[in-house]
């Protein structure tokens, strides 16, 4: 992708985007000692976040299906600190929103990472 489209898809963010959690989960590990699995935890991260919806011309019902969003952040939280790559399951809570990811696509500038346009659904 040009690294005018990435300047474009962050300038969005930094215009329209709203501040947003994105709130990332590690899964605890099976212990076969024990028999159980340890406790599952979350970080949160504070990001500017750009939401906005499908055209129904991408609708395929496959992979992209109705009521799927698109959310553009950059690829630092608002305080400029390196995210870690969202992964699917991961969770983006807004103003009276919470989505879970369900994909992720790395958009670079040049050799530099810019942001990430995540699918998400409800």
């Not at 963010?13 to 024990?34: F, H």
């Not at 949160?44 to 952040?73: C, H, P, Q, W």
């Not at 369900?102 to 670079?108: E, G, T």
Request: negative net charge; hydrophobic residues 35%; charged residues 20%.
């Amino acid at each position: 992708m040009s690294s005018l489209m990435s300047k474009s898809l962050l300038s969005l963010v930094n215009r329209y985007g709203t501040v947003t959690t994105l709130q990332k989960n590690s899964y605890a590990a099976y212990d076969p000692a024990t028999g159980s699995v340890g406790t599952n935890t979350s970080t949160n991260y504070t990001v500017k976040a750009y939401f906005s919806e499908y055209n129904l011309s991408e609708l395929n019902n496959d992979s992209i299906v109705m009521g799927d969003r698109k959310v553009v952040f950059p690829n630092v939280d608002t305080s400029g600190v390196v995210l870690p790559e969202p992964d699917p399951d991961d969770i983006v809570v807004g103003t009276g929103d919470k989505v879970k990811i369900v994909s992720v696509a790395k958009i670079y500038s040049g050799d530099t990472l810019a942001c990430y346009i995540c699918q998400v659904r409800e």
